[in-house]
């Protein structure tokens, strides 16, 4: 498997992606390029393209037209969404999903990076290093006191966390994330903020939220969508200061 | 490992919400194979070929026929479990994989009869009346045990696989998936009622007279079957077993409670399920090639939707999601079904409608589910 080519910097690369759904276009002409360990907000309305932009990365949905890359070689149109998660982007979901019916340690080891075919899958047995691991992510989301409840058992914000944890199992390379910190009590979002500032460089994140305080507190830079293309881009004060973003978004 | 693991750090309260298959086989489960290996390999044998007739203790032949059917149910059971109850792939068409099994042990048991039948011919005698002068090509090297023994995993795996790839593949699920299996298994059962299909037509295969040479109403053959049902039982069981406690398992599961992330996981469902699903196949396949020389008879009735939906309440109401649960639920069913259907039979489907209704409202996790929580 080919590693992402990243020595341009860019890690995700998308241009003219355009989708439409009965008519309907979710996304137009939309161009938007992502470096290697940023951190990245994307902030719109409703209906602005933001899911649709994530559908369009993870391959749950084909773009209409243009090109979508990660790094310089791996064309994403072409790759189901297995493959694409394998190749390292990871996927967190607005409502959380995690497997309700296992525990909070065996849902970090089933994501954990490792072979995921059938055959390997049956005889897979935990070493005491990938065990070591999985403490080690346990820690970094502060569950490692949940390791053997059921994930179903947990509280929204520690779900959150959990599939936050099994995105970081999967060592990926770019983690989206659409409204990690959605029904989060204050405390929960202010370590979520912690913790994604300290990912980034590590990883590259893009976060998608409404929450303006919470992207206040972690954007290095922030992308505005509206009507399906980006309505403008830079830093926090920058964006709040442009006058298209003031009347769209803003709504002053 | 992992569970094993979670025993020795978690605190106690974490431990009692490890999921139910886990504690299924903790102690006393061993005890109770035991128990069940016991009456299958002594008690039963030795009350039927040792105790003479009329004394207290023998089983009749009647008996252990009856107890070899409800063990093939039993197997097919545990197939259904697999496939629904851990995958959360609801298969209403399981009767054709059961009843394609029983069809290519039926064809070497037809060609075992030879010249036995009532026609006196070398061919089976509803070829005879269908004036025909020569097996068609299909029947081929039937009358060898290994190939009709090879046909029993084969026809149903193929079939199986093939359907499962495109259904799964186009990404058909849920109840869709359910109505095109039904559809599957109705119109299979069509094709077999067709007297030119070569299989019977709808009175199917029956008057087999031996198995291997063996005379296939002995009662030494009948126990013999028996318990040879038993032992791919008990070996189907520790298959299931190893799969549902393995990593396999726990992907599974996973993709019944939550396919997306199990996909956004960088696993492909499809193969997964098409692992499983043939698997399943496969195991209802064995069953019915057991069933048929033990009962004597098959034909396209055990493709009517009506039965794939018997092995769905069976499994119901056992409880899915466990391995035992499903093989007591086809036991406790059928013991019903052979009680009732002698001693009220026009009661038998209002039984059954109501313990599906009962089941599904007071019991979601079927007879295993209050069993498990008294272990617990």
Request: overall charge neutral.
């Amino acid at each position: 498997m080919p590693g992402v080519d990243i020595t341009h910097g860019g890690i995700l690369y998308l241009e003219s992606i355009s989708v439409s759904f009965d008519g309907f276009k979710a996304l137009n002409d939309l161009s938007l390029v992502v470096d290697a360990g940023e951190l990245r907000c994307i902030i719109g309305p409703n209906g602005a393209g933001k899911t649709t932009l994530m559908d369009v990365v993870t391959g749950k949905t084909r773009p209409d037209s243009g090109r979508a890359f990660f790094g310089q070689t791996i064309d994403l149109t072409r790759l189901s969404e297995p493959e694409i998660a394998d190749r390292g982007i990871g996927r967190k979901f607005q409502k959380p999903t995690v497997f309700e019916q296992h525990t909070v340690f065996e849902n970090i080891e089933l994501a954990k990076k490792t072979d995921k075919r059938v055959w390997p899958t049956w005889h897979a047995k935990l070493d005491s290093k990938a065990r070591d691991q999985i403490l080690a992510i346990l820690d970094t989301i502060h569950l490692s006191s949940q390791a053997g409840r059921l994930a179903g058992l947990l509280s929204h914000g520690q779900k959150q966390w959990l599939e936050i944890g099994m995105l970081l199992a999967q060592e990926p390379l770019l983690l989206l994330l659409d409204e990690p910190v959605a029904g989060m009590t204050d405390e929960e979002t202010l370590r979520s903020a912690e913790l994604f500032v300290s990912l980034a460089g590590d990883y590259t994140l893009i976060v998608v939220e409404h929450d303006m305080d919470f992207v206040a507190k972690i954007a290095q830079r922030v992308t505005v969508l509206h009507e399906g293309r980006v309505l403008a881009d830079g830093s926090m004060q920058h964006v709040q200061q442009d006058e298209a973003v003031i009347e769209v978004f803003l709504g002053r | 490992m992992a569970s094993e693991f979670i025993r020795a750090r978690a605190p106690a309260h974490a431990i009692s919400a490890l999921p139910i298959a886990a504690r299924w086989w903790s102690g006393s489960a061993w005890g109770w194979m035991g128990v069940a290996a016991l009456t299958l390999f002594v008690l039963v044998p030795a009350g039927n070929l040792l105790v003479p007739q009329g004394h207290m203790l023998h089983v009749s032949d009647y008996t252990v026929t009856l107890a070899g059917k409800i063990l093939c149910y039993a197997i097919v059971a545990l197939a259904m479990d697999l496939i629904w109850g851990y995958t959360g792939i609801l298969s209403l068409g399981h009767g054709l994989f059961f009843a394609l099994g029983g069809y290519a042990m039926g064809m070497y048991l037809m060609r075992s009869i030879g010249r036995d039948g009532v026609s006196g011919s070398d061919l089976p005698d509803f070829m005879v009346f269908l004036d025909w002068k020569a097996y068609p090509w299909y029947w081929s090297f039937t009358d060898q045990f290994w190939y009709a023994a090879l046909l029993v995993v084969l026809v149903p795996g193929v079939l199986a696989f093939v359907f499962g790839y495109f259904a799964f593949r186009s990404r058909i699920k849920g109840v869709y998936f359910s109505i095109i299996t039904q559809a599957l298994t109705y119109a299979f059962m069509l094709l077999f009622f067709r007297n030119d299909t070569g299989f019977g037509g709808n009175n199917g295969f029956t008057d087999f007279k031996r198995i291997l040479g063996f005379p296939i109403a002995a009662p030494e053959t009948r126990v013999a079957l028996f318990m040879l049902t038993g032992a791919a039982l008990g070996g189907f069981l520790l298959l299931g077993r190893a799969i549902v406690s393995s990593k396999l398992g726990r992907v599974l599961t996973a993709i019944r409670d939550a396919e997306t992330r199990v996909m956004f996981s960088g696993y492909n469902p499809v193969y997964f399920k098409l692992f499983i699903w043939t698997l399943s196949a496969i195991i209802c396949g064995i069953a019915g090639a057991l069933y048929v020389p033990q009962v004597g008879i098959i034909n396209p009735s055990e493709m009517s939707p009506a039965n794939s939906i018997e092995i769905a309440i069976w499994t119901a109401v056992g409880g899915r999601g466990t391995l035992i649960g499903p093989i007591f639920g086809a036991v406790a069913v059928n013991l019903g079904k052979s009680w009732f259907t002698v001693a009220l039979p026009e009661y038998w489907l209002y039984v059954l409608g109501l313990l599906f209704i009962v089941v599904t409202l007071y019991l979601p996790r079927g007879l295993a589910g209050p069993l498990s929580r008294k272990t617990s």
